[in-house]
């Protein structure tokens, strides 16, 4: 089975700091991007930061300078380290993969897969 598993989350003050990390496995051929959303209580789910298999990383404005996405190719993990959070950062973030796989005896070159999610929450 493809999938990917998130770990990581949990309470922090503001200021801190928490590491996400994200493995993909199962029959995967290769992976076109993976990264993260978050979707916070009341509000639609937003792509946090993303990153390709070139290493090129893009990320929303609101954690520009303090979020820092990166990956292992070999072990097909990423990994999302936040920095000085803020209440606002409050959500459940979900890792995402975009991957070429074979389930069921079919490639599929563009599936999709998405984490459970985990809870990241800012309060002192």
């Known amino acids: 089975q493809v999938q990917v598993v998130e770990s990581g989350g949990g309470l922090v003050q503001p200021g801190g700091s928490l590491r996400l990390s994200c493995a993909a496995s199962?029959?995967?051929?290769?992976?076109?991007?993976m990264g993260w959303y978050r979707q916070a209580p009341g509000k639609e789910r937003e792509l946090v930061a993303r990153?390709?298999?070139?290493?090129?990383?893009i990320y929303t404005d609101s954690v520009k300078g303090r979020f820092t996405v990166s990956r292992d190719g070999a072990k097909n993990t990423v990994y999302l380290q936040m920095n000085s959070l803020k209440h606002e950062d409050t959500a459940v973030y979900y890792c995402?993969?975009?991957?070429?796989?074979?389930?069921?005896?079919?490639?599929?070159?563009?599936?999709?897969?998405w984490g459970q999610g985990t809870l990241v929450t800012v309060s002192s």
């Open positions: 990153i390709t298999t070139d290493g090129s990383p």
């Open positions: 199962g029959s995967i051929l290769s992976i076109n991007h």
């Open positions: 995402n993969a975009n991957v070429a796989a074979v389930e069921h005896d079919i490639l599929d070159r563009y599936l999709e897969l």
